[in-house]
């Protein structure tokens, strides 16, 4: 069952990953590039 408190935690892992990739990055990434490095952020915190 997904409960309020699941969605709560995987809300900040997910808020966190992006600003992982957006503090590394700096500058404005192609799309793609952002996602290649959003994945790897996720498989890091797994």
């Known amino acids: 069952m ?3 408190k699941y969605i709560a935690d995987l ?3 997910i808020d966190g990953a992006y600003i992982e990739v957006h503090k590394i990055s700096d500058a404005v990434l192609a799309e793609i ?3 290649k490095a959003l ?3 996720f498989k890091l915190r797994k």
């Open 2 to 4: 997904i409960t309020q």
């Open 11 to 13: 809300t900040c892992r």
């Open 33 to 35: 590039v952002y996602h």
């Open 39 to 41: 994945e790897k952020e």
